[in-house]
């Protein structure tokens, strides 16, 4: 066994995604930490290492299976590479590649696995992991002792640019294992997400609405706010998957990246998922019932007035 | 086709969370339990193949989760065709390597052709339920889905990715499935349906026996994030925090007047 922080290098076949700056970071001072280097796992088109000059070592698996993420091949790829190069710990980001893999990686190299980790260090022997769970209402430090430990990383936990480097790092190849020629899958299509009626990662001001507007019938109630206004409604995800409000309007991991000016949130409880897409905003104006909502932490102003009187009030003022 | 539907009560996020004494667990006493919002989304994935080409749909909970027959039942009223009550092993367990051990016993004795579950749970302490119960099944797995269809030899599943990327994948079966998202929002089953339901009784116990289940992490504490950045709160009537929101906007140029 190694004291080398290995991570998993996540692209769509042409780019670097930025969370695995962010991991590379992240694992440049853990390895410095125990003595060890940061290596990456680059299962996929070997011309993308030179992306990845932050890492000390790029372990590099090329097939056409692995030409972009497919669950199966990246799984018996990255096993692969765990049985070389044995590294003390796996870093995988909590988005999709970790969320498919990291469970199914901590059973068949049995190694235990911290979910959505926001903050991580070594203690003597002792990977200690901060995990958020119960959409950000609670913390828990998690203690991965023995030889081997897997972390998903929630995105936004590390600086990315701790993680760049610059010119080619050292790159070892592994040969593709047998199993890659012979999958239960295989992937048939990719399409990329529409643009929508309106960009809103441009927007100044956004009038933000959550599953507390209950229905699709009141999100009318904020839409009056957001053309008082003259700006576009965002919305967390569970609008967006009710179908209250389109996919381009979607804030967060899986939607889109927003940095206004001001972002006002209506009914939006601040799960990491959302707070991902929209932490960055200047000013961050949160409405919601429960005074312990995750929002708050992150929010510059609060306020547990509800959002069925506020929304009309705040109309009103505005557009006097 | 068979359809395995694992689902899991947990915590509602709407109350306020509590912690044990020894700050170590939250204190699940006082606690109101919900369906997870992911695997009620993976039960309508699953109703959704079953409309689109007549599978068997099975719900299964593990009987020591908060109020899991309530949400048995409320699956046949929505169209599952059967519910299942597991027992045995660490069943009382909240790490999802116990859960997902003693869901992979019970599928070795009732294999089912097609696995579909949340994507996560939000307590889950030691990683998420679908890649995890395909590793103990030694089956293929894709997460992170918002579509499945069957097809001629298998299902073809559309696993999502950061910005809204779809990939579609032609997937051979058995395999796992972990839902982020239904292609619609989950049905509503009307009351008097699931009164029916549990009036038939139709919800039946099985002992299972758990896979070896592999290894967790240990919880050192819990606790809440630090409140040092927490918002400055605006308090007063909806009128007034109305005026101060604005003020505020205001001051940033960002409304006219
Ligand atoms: C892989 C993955 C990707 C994801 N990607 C995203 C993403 O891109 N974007 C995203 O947003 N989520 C995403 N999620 C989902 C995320 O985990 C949360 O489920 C989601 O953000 C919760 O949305 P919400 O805050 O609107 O709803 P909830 O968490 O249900 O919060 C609703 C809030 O409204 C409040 N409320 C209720 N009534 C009122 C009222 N009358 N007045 C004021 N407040 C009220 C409640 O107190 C509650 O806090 C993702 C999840 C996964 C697993
Ligand atoms: N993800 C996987 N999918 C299919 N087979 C696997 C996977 N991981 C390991 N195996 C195989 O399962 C057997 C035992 O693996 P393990 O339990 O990880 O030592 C070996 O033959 C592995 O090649």
Known sequence: MTRNVLVLAEHDGKQIAESTYELIGAARGLAAAMGGQAEVALLGPRDLAGQLGGADVVVSVEHQALAQYLPQACELALLAVLAQRSPRLVLMSSATPGLDLGAAISVHWQAPLAPNVAAIEVAGDTIVATAQILGGKILAELELPGERAVATVTGGAFPAAAGRGEGPPEVVEIAPPAGLDDLAMSLAAVSEPQGGDVDITTAELLVSVGRGIESQDNVELVQELGDVLGVPLSASRPVVDAGWLPKSRQVGKSGLKVKPKAYLAFGISGAPEHLEGMRDAELIIACNTDATAPIFDIAHYGTTVDLFDLVPALTEKLSQ | ?257
């Open chain 2, 1 to 257: 086709m068979r359809i395995v539907v694992p689902i899991k009560a947990v915590p509602d996020l709407v109350e306020e969370i509590e912690l044990t004494s020894d700050e170590t667990d939250i204190d699940r006493e006082f606690l109101k339990f919900v369906v997870s919002e992911w695997d009620a989304q993976a039960l309508e994935e699953a109703l959704l193949v079953k409309d689109a080409c007549g599978a068997e749909v099975v719900a299964v909970g593990l009987a020591s989760d908060p109020d899991i027959d309530q949400a048995l039942y409320t699956a046949i009223a929505k169209g599952a065709d059967a519910a299942v009550r597991l027992t045995g092993g660490a069943a009382d367990s909240v790490l999802t390597s116990d859960r997902a051990a003693l869901l992979a016993g019970y599928l070795a004795t009732e294999p089912a052709d097609l696995v579909i579950t949340g994507v996560q749970a939000s307590d889950d302490l030691d990683g998420q339920l679908p890649p995890m119960l395909a590793a103990y099944l030694r089956q293929p797995h894709v997460s992170v889905v918002v579509g499945v269809v069957a097809t001629a030899d298998g299902v073809t599943v559309r696993q999502e990715f950061a910005g809204g990327r779809v990939h579609e994948l032609a997937v051979r079966l058995p395999a796992v499935v972990g839902i982020q998202a239904a292609r619609q929002a989950p049905r509503y089953a009307p009351i008097t349906r699931i009164r029916q339901a549990m009036q038939a009784g139709g919800v039946r116990e099985v002992a299972a026996e758990p896979a070896p289940a592999g290894q967790a992490p240990a919880v050192r504490r819990m606790y809440r994030p630090e409140q040092t950045s927490h918002a400055q709160m605006l308090t007063g009537s909806a009128d007034d925090v109305a005026e101060a929101i604005a003020g505020l906007l205001r001051d940033r140029g960002l409304v006219k007047g």
